[in-house]
Structure formats: structure tokens, C-alpha cells
């Protein structure tokens, strides 16, 4: 499974964002997939995941304000991102996996996609 994020730029506080990634089919299907993001000098954090049967979970600081989806007809899974605080500003990454029990762990995933920087700023 191969992923590609991107969409990520700079966007003044208050803006709103949707980074992309799109993702290579598995042939046994794809159990869950995560956005987790990583600060200068943090560790890479968890933010949101979609599961197989559409069900979806966020870190507490981003309910509310970010809506993830998931199109299985382009392989593609979106990060729509609001009412951005320069707090959101990280290295945003796409994540997947066949079978996950804890998908708001990035551990569990194997699959993982390179990475797209979002900037809040004024």
C-alpha cells in the first residue's frame, strides 16, 4: 500500500485547510486510515481516523474544527481543517492499515505516506 499527502501550505489563523492522500488499494482492503501530525521538537501526535464502515474519531483539540472522509471510488482520504490556530501547525501524515485494533495509535499502522506541511500564521 503506497500513500501521497499533499494539500498542505500556509493559512492565517482562523482559515481553514483540507490536506489530501491518496492511496494505493489493498487487495484485502484497508481496515483504517489515520492523519496524524508531528511539531517542531514533539512527537508525532495522533488527530483523527476512518475506519472501513465510515466510523470516525478525533484528538480532543481538533473536535469540532476537523472533518475527516474517505472517497473508496479515488482512493483518496481528506483532513477538512477549520478555525486553524498557528497550535495546528505541524507535518501532517497520512497512515494505513489492513487490520488495526487501536487505530489512533501510529503503531498500529504500517503504511504511511510522506508528509505535507500545514502553517498557521499571520
Known amino acids: 500500500v503506497q500513500l501521497q499527502a499533499s494539500g498542505g501550505g500556509l493559512v492565517q489563523p482562523g482559515g481553514s485547510l483540507r490536506v489530501s492522500c491518496v492511496y494505493s488499494?489493498?487487495?484485502?482492503?484497508?481496515?483504517?486510515m489515520g492523519w496524524f501530525r508531528q511539531a517542531p521538537g514533539k512527537e508525532r501526535e495522533w488527530v483523527s481516523y476512518?475506519?472501513?464502515?465510515?466510523?470516525?474519531e478525533y484528538t480532543d483539540s481538533v473536535k469540532g474544527r476537523f472533518t475527516i472522509t474517505r472517497d473508496n471510488a479515488r482512493n483518496m482520504v481528506y483532513l477538512q481543517m477549520s478555525s486553524l490556530n498557528p497550535e495546528d501547525t505541524a507535518v501532517y501524515y497520512c497512515?494505513?492499515?489492513?487490520?488495526?485494533?487501536?487505530?489512533?495509535?501510529?503503531?498500529?499502522?504500517?503504511?504511511w505516506g510522506q508528509g505535507t506541511q500545514v502553517t498557521v500564521s499571520s
Open positions: 476512518i475506519t472501513s464502515d465510515e466510523k470516525t
Open positions: 497512515a494505513a492499515e489492513i487490520v488495526v485494533l487501536r487505530p489512533s495509535e501510529s503503531f498500529e499502522y504500517k503504511y
Open positions: 488499494q489493498s487487495p484485502f482492503g484497508l481496515a483504517a
